[in-house]
């Protein structure tokens, strides 16, 4: 039993009825009704806001694009002269770099310089061995030598066989000085009715042969003159062209023993890897890298938006951080790299001291004055 009060029942007001025997499920409409005026009022509130967005952001004007700040100059607005520079950062570039390659095959047998030692011209950096070369110019001094023993010997030769050819010649002219002298006197003879005329003919005819025979003999005497000075010249030039040999063969030799050729600092042993003592060179391979350390160039990297502004010749700043020195624009690289285009500045002043190949600067190159 349940006592209940309900509307149908108005004269049944606390009393009490039987209750069903399943339960009843009454519908609360006015919750229900609540709730949905609720979420339909949220709903229109979120298109009132969405519109209310949507109209203010396309009333917004289109934001302005993000720059790099290397890219741009920041200052206040005043009144008078305004200098346009371009900044950048690089290093200190030696102007005379040489790169030392060997000029034979060759095995690394004594390194006498370390990087970083003061060396001059002639001081040898690398020696090197090659026992091939070594002996092709034992055989080339050995092969000049024979030569030259055997041009003094030609000319031994050649003299012997002059002198031969002047007693030859010497020897026919006093024969045909003999028989000029007796055909003259049987020909006096003759005349005087002493001797037979048949005697002087034949006076006459051998002082004639033994002429020409003399004729004979003294121009022998000249072609071999002749015939002996190409001989000699012929062997002269073969010794030369031995001796050529030989000295190419002594300056490959000696090459082995690389030297700086400039007065400077000893940059780098090796091209790649450091040199090691037994390694294996091949011709034309580099050795080492020497730089003259006075004589420097700025080399600045710029970025590729300035670039366009700078010339040959602008002024440029260039500091140190041990102090400043000026110059100019020499060259600007066309190609760009990474961004940036290098740019070479020459010194015009006195670089500050404790300055060095590959230190870092900054630079600052002046563009105009508006």
Not at 80 to 95: A, D, F, I, N
Not at 262 to 283: C, F, M, R, W, Y
Request: contains cysteine; aromatic residues 2%.
């Amino acid at each position: 039993m349940m006592c209940i009060a309900h509307p149908s029942f108005p004269g049944w007001h606390g009393r009490c009825i039987e209750e069903a025997a399943e339960p009843m499920d009454y519908q609360r409409t006015s919750a229900t009704r609540n709730r949905k005026l609720r979420q339909v009022s949220y709903a229109l509130g979120g298109l009132v806001i969405i519109a209310g967005i949507t109209a203010g952001l396309s009333r917004l004007k289109p934001a302005a694009p993000s720059v790099a700040k290397a890219s741009v100059w920041l200052d206040s607005v005043k009144r008078g002269p305004m200098l346009r520079e371009v900044r950048g950062t690089g290093t200190l570039v030696p102007l005379d770099i040489r790169w030392i390659p060997t000029l034979n095959q060759g095995r690394v047998e004594r390194i006498h310089v370390l990087p970083g030692s003061t060396v001059r011209a002639d001081t040898v950096l690398v020696e090197l061995s090659n026992p091939e070369l070594e002996q092709a110019a034992l055989d080339a001094e050995w092969q000049a030598q024979a030569a030259e023993a055997e041009l003094q010997k030609l000319s031994v030769d050649l003299e012997s066989s002059r002198l031969n050819q002047q007693s030859i010649s010497a020897s026919a002219r006093h024969d045909y000085t003999q028989a000029e002298l007796e055909a003259q006197a049987d020909a006096e003879l003759a005349r005087e009715g002493l001797v037979p005329k048949l005697v002087e003919q034949r006076s006459r005819a051998k002082a004639d042969e033994l002429k020409a025979r003399l004729e004979i003999e003294e121009r022998r005497l000249a072609i071999s003159a002749d015939s002996a000075k190409a001989q000699l010249v012929v062997q002269k030039t073969k010794l030369q062209q031995l001796r050529a040999q030989a000295a190419l063969k002594r300056t490959q030799v000696e090459s082995l023993k690389v030297r700086a050729g400039i007065d400077g600092v000893l940059q780098k042993l090796g091209d790649k890897d450091p040199l090691q003592v037994g390694q294996q060179l091949v011709p034309g391979a580099n050795v080492a890298r020497v730089a003259d350390p006075l004589r420097l160039k700025a080399e600045v990297k710029v970025p590729e938006t300035q670039a366009k502004d700078i010339q040959v010749g602008q002024f440029a700043v260039i500091d140190t951080r041990n102090g400043v020195a000026n110059g100019e624009v020499v060259r600007i690289d066309p190609a760009v790299q990474n961004g940036t285009v290098a740019v070479d500045v020459a010194f015009n002043t006195e670089l500050p001291k404790g300055v060095r190949p590959d230190l870092a600067v900054e630079g600052t190159i002046q563009i105009e004055r508006v």
